[in-house]
């Protein structure tokens, strides 16, 4: 069921519950993915042990097996998850997760294949920065602050106002896959774009625009979901997205347009949009570690790609 999102304060918080996954199949997730499942809440939904991930899939199991509304499944979720101590340290899960994911950004660009990134105007480092769906700016922060940015060089957008901001950065209000007035042409050494194009009913307009904005030879970082490394991926991505908001943090879910592309797909519409790809870190996940294969804790095939805008 889909309803008009109110942007507005406040509209992140339950109860104000919004579900906007119409096909949503709890059962077909739990039974397919059950290892990425375990392992998502796991890695992101701070629970303490294996043990206890698997004993609230099971109550996931069972829950799937009625023949209940979304609604009433998710705030059953939610209700069962504060049962569990984890719920009362996943504030502290989330802000490690946001760090660990502005250290990932900042390990893919300065790795050592990509010494040679040169901004336009900082050089080793961006000048300035504007962060695309920066939600609550706490990833535009830490990447300001490894920089050394004045807040004003470190500017974080999103469609919905931010409740709480860090005082190193600024924030701005913008229309969905639009820049507002106040990015100007050729402007930015860098910008970012974390877990958003899925969101996004238009990311080619999305592309434009960050392009315009760009200097010659400024970079994009894009983190994004690799939407077909395994069948079913959409449905275990939008399970991913009712988790993270609806049951551990207790929030409205934030409209999604389910735009989940294969990382090919998403490549040919960056270079389209004309940036060059320089490199992407992408570990896909693996639940088997006897398989010889690394356990990865990468549930959401999630990738972190560096492009440079094409000098005309
Ligand atoms: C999954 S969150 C990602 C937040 C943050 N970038 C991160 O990596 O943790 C997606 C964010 O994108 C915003 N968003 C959704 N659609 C958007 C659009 N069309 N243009 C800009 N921002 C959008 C949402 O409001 C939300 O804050």
Redesign the pocket.
């Known amino acids: 069921m889909s309803h008009a999102y109110p942007y507005g304060l406040g509209c992140r918080i339950w109860p104000h519950a919004r579900i906007d996954y119409p096909d949503w199949n709890l059962q077909e997730v739990i039974t397919i993915h059950r290892d990425r499942l375990q392992n998502f809440l796991f890695h992101k939904g701070g629970f303490t042990s294996q043990a206890s991930a698997e004993r609230f899939w099971h109550i996931m199991l069972a829950l799937a097996e009625k023949p209940t509304s979304a609604e009433y499944t998710i705030q059953v979720l939610r209700e069962q998850y504060l049962a569990f101590p984890e719920a009362t340290t996943y504030g502290q899960r989330e802000a490690t997760l946001?760090g660990d994911?502005a250290q990932s950004i900042l390990d893919t660009l300065h790795g050592v294949d990509s010494s040679d990134v040169r901004f336009p105007i900082g050089g080793e480092k961006p000048a300035n920065l504007i962060?695309?769906?920066?939600?609550e700016g706490q990833?535009t922060s830490a990447l300001a602050e490894a920089w050394g940015l004045p807040h004003q060089h470190a500017i974080g957008l999103?469609?919905?106002p931010a409740n709480s901001l860090p005082t190193n950065i600024d924030f701005e209000i913008?229309l969905?896959?639009t820049l507002p007035e106040r990015i100007l042409y050729n402007s930015q050494d860098l910008a970012i774009v974390?877990?958003?194009f899925h969101?996004?009913t238009n990311p080619r307009a999305?592309l434009q625009s960050i392009h315009s904005a760009l200097r010659p030879g400024g970079y994009l970082i894009i983190?994004e979901h690799n939407a077909n490394a395994t069948p079913h991926m959409a449905s275990f991505l939008d399970t991913v997205h009712i988790f993270y908001d609806a049951v551990f943090a207790g929030k409205t879910c934030?409209?999604n347009a389910q735009t989940y592309k294969s990382f090919e797909e998403w490549q040919d519409i960056f270079q389209s949009q004309g940036f060059e790809h320089i490199k992407s870190d992408y570990t896909p996940f693996s639940a088997n570690p006897r398989a010889g294969v690394q356990a990865n804790a990468n549930t959401g095939e999630n990738f972190t790609c560096v492009l440079r805008k094409n000098k005309p």
């Open positions: 946001t994911a962060d695309i769906g920066c939600a990833k999103d469609i919905v913008m969905p896959d974390s877990m958003v969101h996004s999305l983190r934030m409209p």
